[in-house]
T-cell receptor, first 114, second 114 residues
Framework: GNSVTQMEGPVTLSEEAFLTINCTYTATGYPSLFWYVQYPGEGLQLLLKATKADDKGSNKGFEATYRKETTSFHLEKGSVQVSDSAVYFCALTSTQGGSEKLVFGKGTKLTVNP | KAGVTQTPRYLIKTRGQQVTLSCSPISGHRSVSWYQQTPGQGLQFLFEYFSETQRNKGNFPGRFSGRQFSNSRSEMNVSTLELGDSALYLC?????????????FGPGTRLLVL
């Protein structure tokens, strides 16, 4: 089935630093790709998504581009804030045995210091 | 609109017992999915219910079951609990069926099996 590999954390940055969290995938067909974010003590929230190659998802200053040639969907932000501290999950859709589901990466914990 | 609510938030059980977790989706959402989150395995899809029918299923043993009621509320049951079932159980709702749909997650139920 489809799978996702994202960079292991934790990642610690200073405020206003540039952020990249790498995500690569293995998939058959054309999955949709997602970034979800989990703030402390909360459930996951969709951050952005892309449904086809070369699509760019963006939200709250975060961006990710669906790169089919490199099977990647790296998350970037030009200037992080303390409030961006959270765990970030890359995910993709997967169909296996007639069942559809979201497959998540292990998550990358980001801490932004003032 | 109220978000996804899950009850209880915390639960302690002993091996061999069974447990029932509850999820109330966002009003108007017809699909409910369940996920297990552990430090070792990350986020894993359990199952999805739509219109009171299980539509998609992950790779979990039959001890894990669920159901959905006519008001879209869902329950998840785990029988004969094992230590390895200790996890954060997340429920997510979406308007329609399938992983393509934006999932709105609840805060989770943290289950500890002793």
């Amino acid at each position: 089935g489809n799978s996702v590999t994202q960079m292991e954390g934790p990642v610690t940055l200073s405020e206003e630093a540039f952020l990249t969290i790498n995500c690569t995938y293995t998939a058959t067909g054309y999955p949709s790709l997602f970034w979800y974010v989990q703030y402390p003590g909360e459930g996951l929230q969709l951050l952005l998504k892309a449904t086809k190659a070369d699509d760019k998802g963006s939200n709250k200053g975060f961006e990710a581009t669906y790169r089919k040639e490199t099977t990647s969907f790296h998350l970037e932000k030009g200037s992080v804030q303390v409030s961006d501290s959270a765990v970030y999950f890359c995910a993709l859709t997967s169909t296996q045995g007639g069942s559809e589901k979201l497959v998540f990466g292990k998550g990358t914990k980001l801490t932004v210091n003032p | 609109k109220a978000g996804v609510t899950q009850t209880p938030r915390y639960l302690i059980k002993t091996r061999g017992q069974q447990v029932t977790l509850s999820c109330s989706p966002i009003s108007g959402h017809r699909s409910v999915s369940w996920y297990q989150q552990t430090p070792g395995q990350g986020l894993q899809f359990l199952f999805e219910y739509f219109s009171e029918t299980q539509r998609n299923k992950g790779n979990f043993p039959g001890r894990f079951s669920g159901r959905q009621f006519s008001n879209s509320r869902s329950e998840m049951n785990v029988s004969t609990l094992e230590l390895g079932d200790s996890a954060l159980y997340l429920c997510a709702s979406s308007l329609e069926q399938g992983p393509q749909e934006t999932q709105y997650f609840g805060p989770g139920t943290r289950l500890l099996v002793l």
